[in-house]
């Protein structure tokens, strides 16, 4: 059974059709082909909600991705920059 999930373009408002991402399990995409664009949702737990809500991307700021809950608004805060690797970190101070 596939799940088909239809959401509105952010540039153009058309209707594009979301499938899930054939290697990452949590990410639905789907192509506008009006306005040329990649439309992308992630499933997140929001706290607000207290279960996983599909979340759009808001803005980028300071290695930091800002989430919006699709069903109640809230923002979530995704860390994105450069992690320590696990030798750097064994490493003694």
Known sequence: ??????RRC????AEVELHRHPMLPDVFEGYCEKCKV?????IYYCSSC????LHQLVD?????????C????????????????????????
């Open 50 to 53: 207290e279960k996983y809500t």
């Open 38 to 42: 990649w439309v992308k949702r992630h």
């Open 70 to 93: 699709e069903e109640c608004g809230s923002i979530r805060h995704v860390y994105v920059g450069l992690r320590r690797s696990p030798q750097r970190s064994l490493m003694p101070t």
């Open 1 to 6: 059974m596939m799940l088909k999930i239809v």
């Open 60 to 68: 980028v700021k300071n290695n930091k991705e800002l989430w919006e």
């Open 10 to 13: 952010p540039y153009c408002y």
